[in-house]
């Protein structure tokens, strides 16, 4: 969008000059330095499920897309996940010249997801997707989306369009044995989570990483699969309080330049909790809410043995 909005084109090669032309700034001007997002854990119970991912080409065509299926663990519909994203506060002097705000960030993921998301159901509709499941998730949370709530793709099989500057593209297409591929602005096979490596039909076959990011609290998530879910499950249950989530919290409480009165935070966490495992998480957390601060700072120097 910012590159349509700039009439920046062809600019193939050049992700990252662009990326800074458009960011207006790089690593400490970078205005993406003040989102912080926390990892997400999960309400409730997470199903997964063992799939094939199979290659489609996007329009007919009596040729089969060329590749192997890949055979991968998904999560499954129905799972909830509660985290954080905090905008920080501008530092004086931060030499940001164009600031991330909330309505700025939930206005991009409208125009940006949601186009996508309508354009892709056009184009899995003409090979022979149903995708009556796209239209239910939409009219299932019609008077959140595109206020409070927000579409959007995350994992692996997401898609080259949906990492990539539009305008901008040059995805690499493969021609098969012993021919030099080409480089198009729009990829030409999609991948599809299969019950079967070699399905009959594209029916019953679904999209990868499409999620509902909402800003209030969910009766249940939103699915491009119809799935009835237990009566029990239709309020998640509030996972149980752990001693790390208190040390995580006074840490969240305190700004990232505040390292004394962080570092106690963490003696004392360290001293406390149990296992490697809660260490781990809670570091990770730290890192986060810290950010750029983080780096070669007395947190680090004692959190580095369980930083992955």
Known sequence: MLAQQAGIKGRTGKAKDLEIE??????????????????????????????????????????????????LEVIQPGAIFNGTISIVEMPPKAGITTPVTADK???????????????????????????????????????????????????????????????????????????????????????????DSRPKSNTALLPFGWLLLSTVELKTSVSCVEEKLPAQRLTPPAPPARPMDSFINQVKARKASEIGPICQIIDTALAKLQTDDEKKEFARAVKAHMGDIFKKSKAEARLKAFIE
């Not at 205005?31 to 080409?57: E, M």
């Not at 927000?150 to 949906?162: D, M, T, Y």
Request: charged letters at 30%.
């Open 22 to 71: 458009l960011m207006k700034g790089s690593f400490d001007t970078d205005p993406f330095r003040l989102v912080k997002v926390s990892d997400c854990l999960p309400v409730g119970d997470v199903n997964t499920k063992i799939l094939y991912a199979v290659n489609k080409k996007k329009t007919i065509s009596k040729f089969e897309a060329r590749g192997p299926f890949q055979i």
């Open 105 to 195: 960030l939930f206005e991009s993921l409208i125009k940006f997801y949601g186009g996508a998301f309508d354009f892709e159901c056009l184009m899995l509709r003409r090979i022979g997707v149903d995708v009556g499941a796209y239209a239910k998730a939409k009219d299932d949370y019609k008077d959140i989306v595109n206020s409070k709530a927000f579409f959007i793709r995350v994992g692996r099989h997401s898609g080259a369009e949906a990492v990539t500057i539009e305008d901008n593209r040059s995805i690499k297409i493969m021609q098969g044995k012993g021919k030099q591929p080409k480089y198009e602005d729009a990829s030409t096979t999609v991948w599809l989570a299969s019950d």
